[in-house]
C-alpha cells in the first residue's frame, strides 16, 4: 500500500507525467480501436467518399476532444484567461505555452489514428477508388461511364461478384494502397523532421522566456491545486463545526434518547485555528469572491 500510495502522490504532483501518460494510452488506445473495428466499405458510387473519410478523420476528432477533457491544464488555462485582471496581470505568454503544451499533447493520439489508417490503406481505397481515372486500367475499357462508375465503387470489395474475375481491380487496389502508405510515411517523416528541428533549434531562442512560462505555468496548475485542497480541508472542518453545534443545541433531546454526547471541548482543539477566522456562509462566499476577481499579487513580502 505505501509504494501504491508514493505513486499516487508522484503523480499527483506532477501533473505532466500524468499528461504524457494520458496521451501515450490514448495513442496505444487509438491503435488497439482501429485493429479490432471492423472495416466494411458500402462499395456504393455516392457512400464510399464519405465512409471513406469520415473513418479515418472523425475518430480522430473524437479522440481530440478527449484528450482536451482529460488534460486538467485545459480548464486552467480556460480560467486564466477568462479571470478578471484583480491585482495580478495576465501574462499571455504563459497562456500560449500553456495552450500549445496542450494542443502538443492533445493531437497525439489523432495523429496515430490518422497515420495508421494511411499506411492500412483500406480508408484511402474506399473513399478514392471511383475517382481514379479508369483510362490506366485495361480491364475497365470500352464500359459505359455508369458501369465504370459502379466498378470502380466496388473496388474495395473483393468478395463481389462482378469483381471477382476482374483483372483490374487488385491494380487500382493496389494503386491507391501505394498513394496511401507514401502519404502516412510523408506525414510520419514530416512530423519527426519537424520535433527533431525543433528540439535542436529550440537553444537558439531565449531560453529564459520559455523557462519563465514553464514555471509560472507550472505554479498556476500547482496553486489551483493548493487552492482546491485548502477549500476541501476548510469545508470539513467548517461542516464539523456546523454539526457539533447542532448537535449542542439538541442536547436535551440526546439526554433524553440517552445518547452519549462529547465532553465540552472535545475535538475542538485547534479547529477555530484553522477555520482562519472564517466562521460563517457570507465570509466564505465573500472570500471566494475575493479570490476569483481581485487574485493577490505574486509577492510573498507584502504578506
Not at 502522490?9 to 504524457?20: G, K, L, P, R, W
Not at 497562456?95 to 490503406?121: E, H, N
Not at 486500367?137 to 471477382?164: W, Y
Not at 482562519?276 to 499579487?297: A, C, F, S
Amino acid at each position: 500500500m505505501d509504494r501504491f500510495r508514493m505513486i499516487f502522490q508522484y503523480f499527483q504532483s506532477n501533473s505532466e507525467s500524468v499528461m504524457n501518460g494520458i496521451c501515450g494510452l490514448l495513442a496505444l488506445a487509438s491503435v488497439k480501436i482501429y485493429t479490432c473495428f471492423d472495416f466494411s466499405c458500402p462499395c456504393l458510387p455516392w457512400y464510399n467518399m464519405a465512409y471513406g473519410l469520415g473513418i479515418m478523420f472523425v475518430p480522430p476528432i473524437t479522440l481530440f476532444i478527449c484528450g482536451l477533457i482529460l488534460n486538467r491544464q485545459s480548464l486552467v488555462m480556460l480560467e486564466e484567461w477568462r479571470r478578471p485582471q484583480g491585482h495580478r496581470k495576465k501574462d499571455l505568454a504563459v497562456i500560449r505555452y500553456m495552450c500549445f503544451s496542450i494542443m502538443q499533447r492533445a493531437m497525439v493520439a489523432p495523429i496515430v489514428w490518422i497515420v495508421v489508417t494511411l499506411l492500412d490503406g483500406k480508408c484511402l481505397i474506399c473513399a478514392f477508388s471511383g475517382s481514379v481515372d479508369p483510362e490506366k486500367f485495361v480491364g475497365f475499357a470500352n464500359i459505359g461511364l455508369v458501369q465504370v462508375q459502379q466498378l470502380l465503387a466496388k473496388v474495395p470489395c473483393k468478395d463481389d461478384e462482378l469483381m471477382r474475375n476482374n483483372t483490374s481491380r487488385k491494380a487500382v487496389s493496389r494503386y491507391l494502397r501505394c498513394w496511401s502508405q507514401a502519404l502516412g510515411w510523408s506525414i510520419l517523416l514530416i512530423l519527426i523532421v519537424a520535433v527533431f528541428l525543433t528540439r535542436w533549434l529550440r537553444p537558439c531562442f531565449n531560453q529564459a522566456t520559455l523557462l519563465q512560462a514553464r514555471h509560472w505555468s507550472n505554479y498556476i496548475d500547482i496553486e489551483q491545486k493548493i487552492f482546491e485542497e485548502t477549500c476541501c480541508e476548510h469545508s470539513r472542518l467548517f461542516a464539523h463545526k456546523c454539526i457539533l453545534h447542532f448537535f449542542k443545541s439538541m442536547r436535551q433531546e440526546i439526554k433524553l434518547h440517552s445518547f452519549s454526547f462529547p465532553r465540552q471541548g472535545e475535538g475542538a482543539e485547534g479547529g477555530e485555528d484553522l477555520l482562519r477566522g472564517i466562521t460563517d456562509q457570507d465570509q466564505v462566499n465573500k472570500l471566494l469572491k475575493m479570490w476569483y476577481y481581485e487574485k493577490p499579487p505574486l509577492d510573498i513580502s507584502r504578506v
